[in-house]
């Protein structure tokens, strides 16, 4: 396997701009995906954290992330980083990308992640690190399709 990139795409019941709405805007990244969204705003250089769990305890975890780029309704970007001791481990940066596309009366949203070969991994860490990621989108993607659609369907 090659372990370089993630890709997904799916269809949601919900038009762009709601779609937009729901990956960018911290009161929605955390109906569908991290527990607590800190300090993010949905602009180029913003810099905010994805908290899951307690943050406090071994079990939480936290990433910082950046916006690369924001492009509403089309396009939202950024890299994520891990953090040890507080403290952003730069070589663990990740990108990820949601194109959203106009697809009848809903929107096609394509979700890429890339980053693992760069990271310098050794091939055992950067298996595990693909399919932890693997199983994280597989997780927390069809979230985003339901909440997304519940919500262009109340519009």
């Known amino acids: 396997m090659e372990y370089g990139r993630i890709e997904r795409s799916m269809y949601v019941e919900a038009a762009p701009d709601v779609v937009y709405e729901v990956i960018s805007s911290p009161e929605h990244l955390k109906e569908w995906w991290a527990d607590e969204v800190v300090d993010l705003e949905p602009v180029p250089g913003s810099v905010g954290e994805l908290v899951w769990g307690d ?38 940066a990740l990108l990820v990308t949601f194109e959203l596309v106009p697809s009848g009366d809903g929107t096609t949203v394509r979700m890429t992640e890339t980053g693992f070969r760069e990271m310098g991994w050794k091939v055992a860490v950067l298996e595990e690190q693909y399919n932890s990621h693997v199983d994280g989108w597989d997780l927390y993607l069809p979230r985003l399709v339901e909440y997304a659609g519940s919500l262009g369907t109340n519009r």
């Not at 994520?80 to 952003?88: G, R, S």
Request: hydrophobic share 40%.
């Open 55 to 92: 943050r406090s305890s071994t079990d939480g975890h936290v990433a910082r992330i950046t916006v690369v780029d924001a492009q509403p309704p089309r396009l939202f970007s950024f890299r994520w980083f891990h953090l040890e001791n507080d403290v952003v481990i730069p070589e663990s």
